[in-house]
Each structure stands twice: as structure tokens, then as C-alpha cells.
């Protein structure tokens, strides 16, 4: 496709969409007629963890071009400008073409092109003998979300590892956590029939969140309900919010307190939700005494009126009102507590499971195919999570104090590290100690579809097949408009790739583990189609992409014999077993260290056209990104004498960078943002090979107390003109 044609498709910047967010979906009901054959093979976006549902066009053997398919009732109809750029990904140059072994020094970019036998014969021999030495549990495997992720670990499990490391420490672990400690359950946000909606730091315009952002486009902004959001930064959320105030980073729960105090104090309240379904009222409101709005004015920088105002309005909202939970919260230390507090806030408020409330998730049914099952693993796991945060998820593991352990030797050494759609470099705060971790191994592999810097820094690099060019398994998408998807093959590799089930597969083999991988990914699907709600499972899924439900169901759980899936079966305001845990029942706010005189606290966040540190590179969004900058405040700027586009060198603890300074009044002075995905140590990524700065280089290590989850806004950084 023409590029020029791309951009005026696709916008400039912001939410881009080629379809309309349309709340009326084409996906079949129950009993009712099958929507008409859809546009071009049906199939699922991969480039960032929504998983949109995708139309692709293909004309002798290539993909021409990417549809949104409007059937999925979660992707609204909608393809962002990622999605989009999808298919220049599969036609990348720079991509992984064939399986590589590390011919020089690690990081010194000798590779050697290898056939599969001889990458999975190596590969296999390096983790045998890291298992005879220090057993199964001298591995590390770890993932990031995707569909194929189950065959990466399970060839973990199967090795016998306890190590399975997968992301959610890294992203939304202590949110999830806070909601499930409360409700037993992380539930959705009605945002397409909410009339008053509060979003803290969740930059919806620019974080895409299928369905949220197009609910707060079609929903709250065109039916006018009140949004108001916090963010240290004028992010295009902030623009596009009816009230944004620039908060001090790290004060939120004195808001939430704040605002609760206000509610309870002047028994603005739902009275009779409380009454039936929460426990620790009583508590809760002793609790809250003190926390004024003009307490609250102090600690956050927010008028104490405003405060006041909007906790009166959210309450008179009553269940149409909804305190957003946010997604990456790998924000502060105690930023479990402060997820809690919103929590709270919305539980008093009766919003649960009410249209334009907070929702617990539906799903679609999908079967199962069973495999042969392992033995439990003998050791216990590295991170010692269970020791450490027995409330959080065992299964899967705490990243910062994992790498803390590791570095050590304790409880034992690990020393192969097996990758998967991952780049430890630039996800995981100090980039320096991971960079040390990885060179106490002996071994690591990866799998990814781009030679990013991880992979830079490997022995045996796996390319897997672009997620256009394989099928993988059926995926739930839980939700109150649910959907189960699949993802298929639309064209054929173009280069000597592999889908993860075949690497694992190949590994297994060579490992004595074949047993556990006798199936193929048609049989895999087969078995989860099966269950699908709708009449020849597999057929309809091949046909249409997406099976869901199309109305949504309110009030499911609100009736007399209902128990929230804690331990006192209600809503836990106070919680027991956070008490026997060792940690505050009740959220008890501490005020944040200051930076000191000259510093300046790092905060992160994304940008529409970017994912993570991954996408920069592509061409077409490369346009939209081809350099990060650091966001420093204009009047600390003037003081230190830096104008936009001078070249500022930044150093915390954890390290230096230099990159181009940007001016700013979109930033409060006391913090300084960075874009992520940049300064790459990879030559392979031609475009962004040290152009600009990699945030990780300056992250400190430090994380959640009760979840585990990094805390990634706890650095102070220092800025000089160069
Ligand atoms: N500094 C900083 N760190 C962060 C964050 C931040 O905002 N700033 N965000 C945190 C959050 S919320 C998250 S979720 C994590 C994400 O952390 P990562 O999962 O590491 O994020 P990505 O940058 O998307 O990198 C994923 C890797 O997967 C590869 N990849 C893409 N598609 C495929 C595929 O189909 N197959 C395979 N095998 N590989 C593929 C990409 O090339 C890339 O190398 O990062 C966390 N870390
Ligand atoms: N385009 C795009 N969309 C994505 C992703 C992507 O990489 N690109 N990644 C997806 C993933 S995995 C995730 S987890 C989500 C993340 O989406 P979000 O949960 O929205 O997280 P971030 O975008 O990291 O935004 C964090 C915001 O919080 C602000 N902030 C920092 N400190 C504070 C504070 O103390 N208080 C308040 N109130 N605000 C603060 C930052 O300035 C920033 O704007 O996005 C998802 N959607
Ligand atoms: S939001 Fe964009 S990148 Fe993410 S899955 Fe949807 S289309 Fe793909
Ligand atoms: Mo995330």
C-alpha cells in the first residue's frame, strides 16, 4: 500500500481507527441467523495484548491489506495504527529470517545461520547439561502474554523447572491482585453506559485497551458523562478529559481517601449495597477520619473544593460512576494498597455488577485438549514467591526479586534462560543487572520474531513465524462483551520460521519430552472448538474469527445466595487475610519520598503508535517515533539553562543515558517522562540502533510490597545540559 495512503487511513498520532467504535456488533446470538461471510480470512492482531480481530486480504500469496473485522463486539470494528501496520512487519527486512548460533562473544554480533536440527541439537545439549549439573530447576523460562505462549511453558513445566516467569509482575499484578483480595474477582468497567468515570494515570487514548478507548470515545464522550483524569502529564487522555489535574506522582490514595472520607462522611454512600455485601464498614470509616480533602490538598497538589466537588458528584452518580482500576500498575511501592483504595471507593459507591458499573467478567466456553500431564516440579521456585508475597501468583513469579536471587546464587543457581516474545533488556527496570544476569548464564536461548537486544546478547536465537503466517490456539478474551478468537494462518512463511509449537516440539524431542507434545495445532484447536457456543465450532471460527456474546448481562451475581469468592463470601472493605498476611487491612497512605533538590522522579508511559519497546522500528510508525526526547518541565529547564532539542545527559543509580531534551509545559516540575522503546544496543534494528535512550538503562530496582509487582516511578534522575 501507498505510505501517503496509510497515514491519512490511519491519522496522525492519537487513537487511529479505519472502522467506527460501533456498539452494535454482527456477531451471532444463540439460536439466531450467522452474520454474513466476512471480507478476507479472518484472523487475530498480535501486535500488542488486545488481540484485535483482524479481516486480512490476500492477493497471490501476500498480504495486501488488514481489515477490522466487526464481529469481534471487543475490538469494536476497530484496527489501530499498529494493527495496521502489521503487515509491513511480516514484509520487514529486519526481521529474524533463520535460526542463529552465536559464533563471537556475546553482544559482539557474530552469527551464525544454522538449520533448525542444528539449532535445537545445540540447544537441547546446553540445557541437558545445565540439568545434570544443577537440575531442572537451573532453568529459567521465561514469557510474555500470547497465544502461543501456553507451548513455551509447558515445555518449562515439562522440563521440570519451578522457574516459569511470565509478565504480569512486570505490568498489572498488584491491580489485579487489589481487586481480587476485595471481590474475589478483577472485574471490566462499563465505560459505554458509565456517567462518571474517573481514570488515575490509565492513558486510554494513548494505551489502548479494546474495549475501553473506543467506550470512552462512543461512550462517555459522546454521550457527554463527566470524565475526569490524573496524570502528572498532559497526556491526549488529559486533552481529551472534562477535568485533568496534574497530581503529584505517588498521591493518588490520598485522593481515594480522600474522596471516600467525603462519601462516607456525608453518608452519600449506597446505604443497602454496603449493608448486604461489604464487610469492615465500620472500620473503614474510622479509617478514614482524617483524610481530608484539605489533607488531601497537601499531599496530592488538588484543590481540597475540587476534591470535595468531585467526590460529591461521583456518589450522586451512584452506580453510573466508576473509579477506573487502570492496567500497568508496576507504578510505587505500595501501589497494591493504593488499587485497593479504588477498589473500596467503588464497592461503597454500589456500583458493583451494574450496567455502566464495575462488571465481573463473562466468558465464552471453549474445550480443552488434553495432554499428557508431568510430574510437580521437586524444587521450590527461585524468587521464593510464596515466602515473600503468598497473596500474589505463584504460577507467575516476581521479576525484580527472581533477578535479585539469581544474581546471588540463592537458593540455587539458575544458569540457562530459555526467552519467549520477551525482551528482559528493555522491560525489566536496570538494564545494567540484567545485562549481569545474563552473563552469569551459561546458556540463552530466545524466541521472537525481531533480533531485539535480548536476543543480541543470546547463544541460540529461534525465529518464530509472524503471527500472520501461523494458527494458533483459541483464546478467551473475558469481559463483559466476552469473545473467544482465533488466530490463523494467512499466508505461508516467507522465511525459514517456525510457529513456538514446533520449536517446542523440536526441543522436546531432542529433551525426551515428545510424549508430552503429540498433537498438532489443528488437533490442539479442534478440541477447544468443540465447546464453543455455536453449531460446527471449528468451521464457524475458520469462517468468521470470533465467536461472542453480543448483549451484555447485568446483575448476575447480585442476588440473595450469591458469595463473593473471599474468605468472608462479601466485598472485603477491611481484609482479614491481608491482616494475617503482615500487611495493612485497611489501605493506610504514606506520602512518597520528595526528590531531592535538583532531581527529578522518572515516569513512564506509552504512546499510541508504539508497543512497549518493540514497533519503533517498523518504518511506517517509525515515522510517527523516530526519536524519544526527555520531558522536562520549561520552567526547570530555564533554570538549568536546556532548551528543547539540547542533548541532556540523565544518570540515576542504576545508570546514564543522553538524549535530547523537550521543554515542556505538559509536565509537572517535578518529574521528568521518557518514551519507551529506544537507545537499542541491536544493530539488527536499524532504525532506533542508539537513537535516543532506553528508559530500563536508569530504572532502579524496587517493587510492590504485597504483590511483588515492579515499581517502576520510584527513580530519581538527575539532568545536566551536555
Ligand atoms: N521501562 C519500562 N518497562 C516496562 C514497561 C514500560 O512502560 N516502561 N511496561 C511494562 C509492561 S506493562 C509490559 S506488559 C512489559 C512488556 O514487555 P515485553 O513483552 O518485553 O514487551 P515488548 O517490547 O512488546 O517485547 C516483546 C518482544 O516480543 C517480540 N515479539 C513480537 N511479536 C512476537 C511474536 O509473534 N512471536 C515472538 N516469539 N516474539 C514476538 C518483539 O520483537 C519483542 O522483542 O514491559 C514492562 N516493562
Ligand atoms: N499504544 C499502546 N497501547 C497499549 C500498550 C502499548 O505498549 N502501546 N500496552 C498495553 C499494555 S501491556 C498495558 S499494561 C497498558 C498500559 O496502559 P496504562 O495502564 O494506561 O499505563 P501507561 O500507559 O504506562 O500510563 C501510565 C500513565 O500514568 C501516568 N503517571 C505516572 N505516575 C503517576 C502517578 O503517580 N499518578 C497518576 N495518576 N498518574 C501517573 C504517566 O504519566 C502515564 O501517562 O497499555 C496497553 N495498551
Ligand atoms: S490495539 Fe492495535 S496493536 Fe493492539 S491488538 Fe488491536 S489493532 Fe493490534
Ligand atoms: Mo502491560
Not at 453510573?320 to 508496576?330: D, E
Not at 518464530?464 to 462483551?481: F, Q
Not at 466476552?482 to 509449537?501: M, S
Amino acid at each position: 500500500m501507498d505510505r501517503r495512503l496509510f497515514l491519512q487511513m490511519v491519522g496522525a498520532g492519537g487513537l487511529a481507527a479505519t472502522s467506527v467504535a460501533c456498539p452494535r456488533f454482527l456477531s451471532k446470538a444463540k439460536g439466531g441467523p450467522e452474520p454474513p461471510a466476512p471480507f478476507g480470512i479472518p484472523t487475530s492482531c498480535e501486535l500488542c495484548p488486545n488481540k484485535c480481530s483482524v479481516l486480512a486480504m490476500v492477493e497471490d500469496g501476500r498480504v495486501r491489506k488488514l481489515n477490522p473485522n466487526p464481529e469481534n463486539p471487543k475490538s469494536r470494528g476497530m484496527l489501530c495504527a499498529r494493527g495496521n501496520a502489521a503487515i509491513q512487519q511480516v514484509y520487514d527486512p529486519d526481521r529474524l529470517k533463520q535460526p542463529l548460533i552465536r559464533a563471537g562473544a556475546r553482544g559482539e554480533g557474530k552469527w551464525r545461520p544454522v538449520s533448525w536440527d542444528e539449532a535445537f541439537d545445540y540447544a537441547a545439549a546446553r540445557l541437558r547439561v545445565t540439568r545434570d549439573k544443577y537440575g531442572p530447576e537451573g532453568t529459567l523460562w521465561s514469557s510474555t502474554e500470547g497465544f502461543q505462549e501456553v507451548f513455551f511453558k509447558n515445555l518449562g513445566m515439562a522440563f521440570g523447572s519451578p522457574n516459569i516467569l511470565r509478565h504480569p509482575s512486570l505490568c498489572l499484578a498488584s491491580v489485579n491482585l487489589a481487586y481480587s483480595v476485595t471481590f474475589g474477582t478483577v472485574p471490566s468497567f462499563d465505560l459505554l453506559n458509565a456517567k462518571y468515570v474517573i481514570m488515575a494515570g490509565a492513558n486510554r487514548f494513548e494505551s489502548i485497551i479494546t474495549p475501553d478507548t473506543m467506550d470512552l470515545i462512543g461512550g462517555v464522550m459522546e454521550r457527554k458523562a463527566k470524565f475526569v483524569y490524573l496524570d502528572p502529564r498532559f497526556t491526549v487522555t488529559a486533552s481529551k478529559a472534562d477535568e485533568w489535574y496534574p497530581i503529584r506522582p505517588g498521591t493518588d490514595m490520598a485522593f481515594i481517601l480522600a474522596m471516600i472520607q467525603v462519601i462516607i462522611s456525608e453518608e452519600r454512600h449506597d446505604k443497602v449495597f454496603v449493608d448486604q455485601w461489604t464487610l469492615g464498614f465500620e472500620q473503614l470509616a474510622e479509617h478514614v477520619k482524617g483524610c481530608t480533602p484539605e489533607w488531601a490538598e497537601g499531599e496530592t497538589g488538588i484543590p481540597a473544593r475540587d476534591i470535595r466537588r468531585i467526590a460529591r458528584e461521583f456518589a450522586d452518580a451512584g452506580h453510573r460512576a466508576v473509579f477506573y482500576a487502570g492496567r500497568r500498575s508496576s507504578w510505587y511501592q505500595n501501589d497494591f494498597q493504593m488499587r485497593r483504595a479504588q477498589a473500596i471507593l467503588n464497592a461503597i459507591v454500589g456500583n458493583w455488577d451494574r450496567e455502566g458499573g464495575m462488571v465481573p467478567n463473562r466468558k465464552v466456553a471453549k474445550g480443552e485438549f488434553l495432554f499428557l500431564p508431568w510430574d510437580d516440579p521437586k524444587a521450590s521456585r527461585v524468587d521464593e514467591i510464596e515466602k515473600a508475597f503468598p497473596l500474589a501468583s505463584a504460577k507467575d513469579g516476581a521479576y525484580l526479586p527472581l533477578r535479585e536471587n539469581v544474581l546471588k546464587g540463592k537458593p540455587y543457581p539458575v544458569k540457562a534462560w530459555m526467552i519467549y516474545k520477551q525482551d528482559p533488556l528493555n522491560a525489566v527496570p536496570d538494564q545494567g543487572k540484567t545485562l549481569r544476569m545474563m552473563e552469569g548464564m551459561d546458556f540463552i536461548g530466545v524466541v521472537d520474531i525481531a533480533m531485539s537486544d535480548t536476543a543480541w546478547y543470546a547463544d541460540v536465537v529461534f525465529p518464530e513465524s509472524h503471527y500472520l503466517e501461523r494458527t494458533d490456539p483459541i483464546e478467551v478474551m473475558p469481559g463483559i462483551w466476552p469473545a473467544a478468537v482465533l488466530r490463523q494462518q494467512v499466508v505461508k512463511p516467507i522465511h525459514d520460521t517456525r510457529p513456538c509449537l514446533e520449536i517446542a516440539q523440536g526441543l522436546a524431542k531432542r529433551l525426551g519430552l515428545s510424549d508430552y507434545f503429540d498433537y498438532t495445532i489443528d488437533q490442539w484447536i479442534e478440541a477447544e472448538a468443540k465447546e464453543l457456543p455455536v453449531e460446527n465450532g471449528l468451521e464457524y471460527m475458520k469462517k468468521h474469527g470470533v465467536v461472542a456474546f453480543s448483549e451484555p448481562k447485568y446483575g448476575t451475581t447480585r442476588n440473595a445466595v450469591y458469595r463473593f469468592v473471599t474468605k468472608s463470601g462479601k466485598i472485603e472493605l477491611f481484609s482479614e487475610r491481608l491482616q494475617e498476611a503482615g500487611h495493612d487491612p485497611l489501605p493506610a497512605y504514606a506520602a512518597p519520598a520528595q526528590p531531592p533538590a535538583g532531581r527529578y522522579r522518572m515516569i513512564l508511559g506509552r504512546k499510541a503508535t508504539m508497543t512497549h519497546a518493540a514497533l519503533a522500528n517498523l518504518p511506517w510508525l517509525h515515522e510517527h517515533n523516530p526519536e524519544n526526547d526527555l520531558w522536562l518541565n520549561a520552567g526547570e529547564a530555564a533554570r538549568l539553562g536546556i532548551r528543547t532539542g539540547d542533548l541532556v545527559e540523565v544518570s540515576s543509580t542504576a545508570g546514564t543515558v543522553r538524549l535530547k531534551a523537550r521543554a515542556t509545559e505538559e509536565i509537572r516540575p517535578d518529574c521528568v517522562f521518557m518514551l519507551h522503546g529506544f537507545g537499542k544496543k541491536s544493530p539488527w534494528l536499524r532504525s532506533v540502533h542508539n537513537v535516543g535512550a532506553a528508559d530500563a538503562v536508569l530504572l532502579e530496582t524496587a517493587w510492590d510490597k504485597v504483590s511483588g509487582n515492579a515499581a517502576m516511578h520510584e527513580t530519581f534522575v538527575k539532568v545536566v545540559k551536555v
